[in-house]
């Protein structure tokens, strides 16, 4: 069998999506995720140029080999556009591979670890009153586990709510230009702790709680949230600080010890290397579209295991459907699987699921998957011709003083 034809396309059905079709010379094929948000065409143009002359006439089953051809032969090794580009044709090939065996993938990775993936909602309001009506209505559909976002007040445009528009920046398609935010980490740490002290009072410590900060606070400020978050026991803080430089972590581990979670924007476990021997953190966030597909994602999954650290994909709407199934394949396998958040299989977005369909189902806090061979999701084309990329960027943040921040 041979790689015979590779397509990649760039469509917008809500929100811009890359995917990547690899089809062998038998006329089976296997579909990958290559989307990065706000930079869609620079990994379609790298796959184009770069990789999929590359893989003309190899032979599918090679996937460790292709990974590394494409990995380490590159020279130019690393960043969001060559693992997003990478990630999408091993998929892809993980895909071509359970096709041929007639298993779904976690059956090629080594079986199921566990019955359902605990996954995590997405609670959020303008106000603490509206976020933990948001969060009852969660509990109420059984989740175990729930992220709470609430807009600061004075600070328009809190990252994870709403806003005024009434749709999840996630899933704007038309941002011909980056909106601009504001920041006030005072604002912030004198407000999200009354938050989480009523989401317990209200609802008690049976639900799972998180909270991401989206790495707007600086080491000691995320170990001074930490502190004032630990009476609420949260299941974990995502990002509280941004990871370029990781010494930063044992700060925060050596104040607090609400657990952390981190690895949303890595790409390979080189980013992760240090917070997982120093055993800085409890959850790793990579995905399998900006982690670089399933092969390193399941070695960073065994190294984080030996330091008892759990994996928990970040699961935003930017990234499709393709991603999404492969996370579950990767989460039933894991054995060291955590939890996955989850903003909902877009099942409502009529134009995603003209495009997408997947075996996903959702029930009583768990995520489930079919038996269908390979990743299980089917992708149209012909469809998918009809939404066109659009240009969009994420926002960005400056402080009140006009200083550029993280978003
Ligand atoms: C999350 C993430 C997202 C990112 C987004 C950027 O935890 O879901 O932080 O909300 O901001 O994926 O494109
Ligand atoms: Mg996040």
């Given at each position: 069998m041979n790689i015979k034809e590779v397509k990649v396309f760039v469509s917008c059905p809500g929100r811009n999506f890359v995917t990547l079709k690899i089809i062998t010379d038998e006329g089976i094929y296997g579909l990958g995720d290559a989307t990065l948000n706000g930079r869609e065409k620079a990994v379609a143009a790298y796959l184009e140029e770069h990789v999929i002359p590359c893989l003309?006439?190899?032979?599918?089953?090679q996937i460790e080999d292709i990974w590394q051809y494409l990995y380490k032969g590159a020279y130019w090794r690393r960043g969001p556009v060559t693992m997003a580009a990478i990630a999408a044709v091993d998929m892809a090939l993980w895909d071509i591979k359970g096709k041929v065996a007639g298993l779904p993938v976690y059956q090629l990775l080594?079986?199921?670890?566990?019955a359902g993936i605990t996954a995590y909602g997405h609670a959020n309001g303008n106000t603490i009153e509206e976020t933990l009506d948001s969060l009852g209505q969660f509990i109420d559909q059984g989740y175990k586990a729930v992220r709470l976002q609430c807009a600061i007040p004075?600070?328009?445009?809190?990252?994870?709510t709403l806003g005024d528009?009434?749709?999840?920046?996630?899933?704007?398609?038309?941002?011909?230009l980056p909106p601009e935010q504001p920041w006030s980490t005072s604002k912030y740490l004198n407000f999200i702790p009354e938050l989480f002290r009523q989401a317990r009072q209200r609802y008690g410590y049976d639900i799972g709680l998180v909270h991401d900060v989206?790495?707007?606070?600086?080491p000691i400020e995320a170990a001074q949230l930490g502190k004032l978050l630990e009476?609420?026991?949260?299941m974990f803080l995502e990002?509280?600080?941004?990871?370029?430089?990781?010494?930063?972590y044992k700060t925060i581990r050596n104040h607090t010890t609400i657990p952390l979670a981190i690895g949303?924007?890595?790409?390979?476990v080189w980013d992760a290397k240090d917070l997982i021997t120093s055993q800085s953190i409890d959850y790793l966030r990579t995905s399998i579209t900006h982690g670089g597909g399933i092969t390193p994602l399941r070695r960073m999954a065994d190294f984080a295991a030996m330091y008892d650290i759990r994996m928990a994909p970040h699961g935003a709407p930017d990234l499709s459907p393709i991603c999404h199934a492969a996370h579950a394949h990767f989460n039933i396998w894991a054995p060291n699987f955590g939890v996955q958040e989850f903003?909902?299989?877009?099942?409502?977005n009529e134009k995603l699921n003209s495009v997408f369909s997947h075996p996903l189902s959702f029930k009583d806090g768990y995520i489930h998957l079919g038996d269908?061979?390979?990743?299980g999701v089917e992708f149209n084309e012909a469809e998918a011709a009809k939404y066109k990329y659009k240009r969009s960027y994420l926002p960005v943040t400056r402080l009140e003083d006009g200083t550029l921040w993280y978003w």
């Open positions: 003309i006439g190899r032979d599918p089953h080594g079986g199921k670890s566990r004075g600070l328009a445009g809190t990252y994870g528009k009434k749709d999840y920046f996630e899933l704007q398609s038309d941002r011909p989206h790495s707007r606070l600086s009476p609420y026991k949260l990002d509280p600080s941004p990871a370029d430089n990781q010494e930063g949303e924007i890595f790409n390979t903003i909902g299989f877009g099942n409502e269908k061979p390979g990743l």
